[in-house]
């Protein structure tokens, strides 16, 4: 061993024991687990460098410190859409673009500029390698992500000490990554930014800034967005992200060796495969898949593949059909052409990727990639055409997998997750949102009375009063709603920073859409407190003393209110850096009864609003109350919604009986009120069970 | 009278997608421009306190920033109900954004239940005319033209990026919005005739901006 090595021996020991340490803090870990872990840890301790890694990879697979330093990046997802700049030869995504690459290569220009880079990169990695000792290929391709831990470990006698042992190379990208405020570091030469170039975004090198210096890179998350926005302050988002990225270090190593468990393969650092589904897997889940492998994890629990296999070369043909609108300058004739141009560069202007590099008029490759996404997905579906929020859908998918896997899993939200959510009558987010409002209603009813109230404010003087019935916010939404509507059709995005978002949709694609209403109660749980804080206090008082205004702008306190209400649901969401304030502070709360709902009960009272609109809409028509003005008038969309059938039937009963009065209405309406299952439902099961063992007591 | 009543004004702003309506929107509010607004969906709102006159009476003006897109209307159909003053947007390089002002404005009056449609107070924003004059499409003329044609609505021709316009428009916004929610408290004679009384044609009257 050289002296680097003892050093890099000796030292480690203060930061072994912080890892230790935070895998016991984990509550999820089992006693079985924590025991393999610390033990395979101490006997791995000493491989710090290459050599070592090189000398005993037969036990690597086996070792969890050696999957630690190895494997356990925080690097960015693959971005395959990008590699031509920025990430060239990130082989992270090496293998989901070899995976579905069958459309023709005019449509991935880039691809061949890939090959190059990766081809350089490697070509200079066996040159250098064979210096110290023959070296894997792939295996130099993972090594300077095990540096992760001393960065993300602030013990500087370890990484200090580790980097002497290091190639030069190495070194140089330690010096680089471990210090972000190390401003010498710029003048680095081209080997590091070679091996720069496949680390991870969040600490990407200087030599990369130097190259791109207007992008700023340290500013940016490992996404690529912009850390900084008007409500997390840069500082805010390091000192988080500080805490946050060991935990993913720690979820990563349980993924592992969960995978391990189940027998499944991770090449390269990226399992194709996942466990069935089962409580275990839901849990970890929830508390997060690796970023660099949720491309793959979302594509897996969305059965992408299965879509794709059924729709061969229908992404490729679209592209074709594409590429003839323009020359037949036929464009002009799809309205959504226009909308989408109009968004692309209004999709995530804070994302790097996102970005034209400066002093180039060069189009990014990610918005070209977005706009074919969007473009051939209007004219795949075209009940729904192009919605604005689809742009941000696609454009999050595109930073983790490719761009016809992008389509699809764009097809699968729009119509397995969130459907009819972005048909051109909104009819969909409609529905979600009266779901939302009972949902509210049921598991926060404090929170309710005051959305309630401030939406008797709103309906006081509408010309259908007579028909306030219980179920008239399911028809007439309240505007909060307005705020909420974007939570659903843009799955949070923008709504929530980019971690937290990112966490929901992981158990969106797991767990179904029923999530989605999981995290909005679950987010307005968390602020409810502000929301209820400045509450009017006297409500029933003035709304007794006004009943003679006509309730006509007369409820200051209300409006005022109503304002701060909107204020908190429009920001505290932007608020919410550390995902776990959601997860841990409610989803995992078993106690609380918001964790009971489920899928079923989500597709339940979605039909169940579903008809309840209609009715009302019908009842309205016929009243003649809302006259023409009703703003929903294709039927045909229906359909597609979840209880087309159901709703149909209900229409035929309506028109039977054109005399209905608004009383009537009232009553009828009224009377169907949602019952959601309680945790005492179990009534009808118990009656049965005691029937049961009624007759069998006859019997005997 | 010098009743410290809080007023509270409700601007809606309404155009077609990509017109500026959010740049316009920070701009009057927190005087900044930044290239990178997103795309905004459903609807977004700010608030900015506005002082009338000499001081004695303020108010909190509530903007609302909408989504552009046509299938969106439907979704804001609920809150336009109480508007004290809707701001229509159109892009001066965009003539289809143009020649939509008339339809927002129907499609505003529609929903919106006001007493009196044709005192409503709109306004008119041909934005974005920092962009060079070979790329306007829609003159000034023409603008003046629809403003007149729709009933005399006043029209400000705006650059948010360059601060052109913003605050005079929304000066005019303000003075329509208390006008308006002072006919609706004339309207509604009640125990409330206190809370609004400014002299609103006075010249000196402007907001504080």
Partial sequence: MREGDMQGYVEPSAIRMKVSKSFDDDSSLSKNNSNVTSGDFDSGVGMNTRKNQVASQNITMNNPIYSMKAKFGIRSPSVPNFQDSLYSGNNNSTPILNNSRRFDPGINKNESNN????????????????????????????DPAMSVIDLYNDDDGYSRNNRSSMGHQLEDYHLESDDEEDEDSENNHESSEMLAAVSNAEFLPKSITLNRKELNTEHCDRYGFKKKNNYVSEETYNAWWEDYSGYCIRRKHKWLLLLQKSGLPVHNDIPVRFPPHSEKLKRYVRK????????????????????????????????????????????GKIQDLDVIERDLNRTFPDNIHFQKEA???????????????LVAFSLYNTKIGYCQSMNFLAGLLLLFMDEEKTFWMLVIITSRYLPGVHNVNLEGVNIDQGVLLLCIREYLPELWTEIESSYNGYTKNTPNNSANSKNLFLLKLPPITLCTASWFMSCFIGVLPIETTLRIWDCMFYEDSHFLFKASLAIFKICEPDLLKGKPSHRSFSQYSLTNTKQHRSNACQDDYDMQMFQVIQTFP????????IFEKVIFKRRLQLNRLDQNEIDKCRKY?????????????????????????EKSDEQNLHGGKFIDNSINILGKDLKMTSEMVNEALSSEVYDFKRGFSGVNWNNSIKERVKHMRKKK | MSSRKKNLLKVIVLGDSGVGKTSLMHRYVNDKYSQQYKATIGADFLTKEVVIDDGSQAATMQVWDTAGQERFQSLGVAFYRGADCCVLVYDVTNPKSFDNIKSWRDEFLIHANVSSP??????????????????????????????????????????????????????????????????????????????INIQLDDESSSCAC
Avoid at chain 1, 574 to 581: E, V
Avoid at chain 2, 140 to 157: D, S, T, V, W, Y
């Fill in chain 2, 118 to 195: 044709e005192t409503f107070p709109f306004v008119i924003l041909g934005n974005k005319i920092d962009i060079e004059d070979s790329k306007q499409k829609i003159s000034a003329k023409q603008g003046q033209e629809m403003a007149k044609e729709l009933g005399n609505i006043p029209l400000f021709l705006t650059s948010a990026k360059d601060s052109i316009n913003v605050d005079v428009a929304f000066e005019e916004i303000t003075r329509g919005a208390l006008q308006q929610n002072q006919n609706d408290a004339d309207a509604f004679k009640d125990d409330f005739n206190d809370a």
């Fill in chain 1, 115 to 142: 090959m190059d880079t990766r081809k350089y990169w490697k070509e200079n990695a066996d040159v250098d390698s064979a210096k110290e000792t023959p070296i894997d290929n792939n295996k130099t391709h993972d």
């Fill in chain 1, 288 to 331: 997060g898949i690796p970023a660099e492998w949720r491309g793959n994890a979302w594509w897996y629990f969305a059965r992408g593949q299965e879509k794709l296999n059924k729709n061969k070369d229908v992404y490729s043909n679209l592209l074709l059909k594409m590429g003839n609108l323009e020359d037949e300058t036929q464009k």
């Fill in chain 1, 609 to 633: 609003v579903a008809v309840q609109r209609q009715k009302h809409k019908n009842y309205d028509d016929i009243i003649g109350k809302l006259g023409n003005t009703s703003p929903f008038d």
């Fill in chain 1, 574 to 581: 932007k608020t919410i850096i550390d995902p776990n304030d």
């Fill in chain 1, 359 to 373: 002093f180039s008029t060069k189009e990014p490759v990610m918005i070209k990639s977005l706009r074919r996404v």
